[in-house]
């Protein structure tokens, strides 16, 4: 135990004497990393103040492409463009003033546009008035037409009702005898007798005339052949149509 305690204390005196020793050292280092830093400190900001070295040698630069193969691109930090100084526009030229005799020319022309405005709209209003005229004239004239007609019907349906009397009287006529019949036709009315005689049979018309008296009969003979003469005439295409009249003579009957 003894032994130990004495070991014990000669460590401790040579840790105490060792001590002295390390801190001039320490310290001597700190100090020379101080001027390592500060030299390179001084060195950087020496380059920063001098000019950039000068650069390596290169190889040759490839010459640059035509202008026309490639379009520069556009700078897009370019600077704002300078402005552009607006060329003032003329000024209108003034209008030379009127004349009074333009004004007169122009003042009656539009004096005459007026008038053939008014004009052209009278013009319409006639052309309006004149179409609904003309309408109301086709339609009048379609209700005539087939007034017309109607009218032309109903005289045809008299003229032959008109037409069976008479061939009724002419049947009873040429029934009776020539003597009797002649006695009749003394004094019976022109006209019917006409009418009578011109439709008789000529066979039964022959022996009546022939019992008449000769001056009676020899005047309805006239006038009969006279009746036929104007009935064959051919008719006038200008003349306006008329109806068929039941006392016109009618071609003899055999």
């Known amino acids: 135990m003894a032994i130990f305690a004495v070991r014990s204390r000669l460590s401790r005196a040579a840790g105490l004497r060792f001590v002295p020793r390390l801190l001039p050292l320490a310290l001597a280092v700190m100090l020379a990393l101080t001027g390592l830093k500060s030299a390179g400190l001084v060195q950087q900001a020496l380059a920063g103040s001098s000019p950039p070295a000068a650069a390596k040698p290169s190889a040759p630069a490839r010459p640059p492409p035509p202008a ?28 030379p003033p009127v004349s009074e005799a333009e004004r007169a020319i122009l003042l009656d022309l539009r004096r005459r546009r007026t008038e053939l405005e008014a004009r052209e709209a009278t013009l319409a209003s006639r052309e309006g008035l004149l ?14 037409g087939d007034l017309q007609r109607r009218l032309e019907a109903l005289e045809t349906a ?28 003394n004094d019976l009315d022109r006209p019917v007798l006409l ?13 009546v005339l022939a019992a008449m008296q000769p001056e009676r009969a020899r005047q309805i003979t ?3 052949a006279q009746r036929r003469t104007q009935a064959n005439r051919p008719a006038d295409p200008s003349a306006p149509h008329r109806p068929a009249d039941p006392s016109a003579p009618r071609p003899p009957r055999s």
């Open 195 to 207: 009418s009578v005689l011109d439709r008789m049979k000529e066979s039964k018309a022959a022996p």
């Open 158 to 185: 008299r003229n032959e009702r008109g037409e069976e009397n008479w061939r009724g009287l002419v049947k009873m006529y040429e029934t009776m005898k020539p003597r009797d019949a002649a006695a009749i036709f």
């Open 131 to 144: 179409a609904a005229a003309e309408k109301r004239l086709a339609v009048r004239a379609d209700e005539l």
């Open 222 to 224: 006239a006038e009969l």
């Open 68 to 95: 026309a193969a490639t379009a520069p691109a556009p700078n897009q930090h370019a600077g704002p463009k300078p402005d552009v100084i607006a060329t003032p526009l003329p000024a209108p030229m003034a209008e």
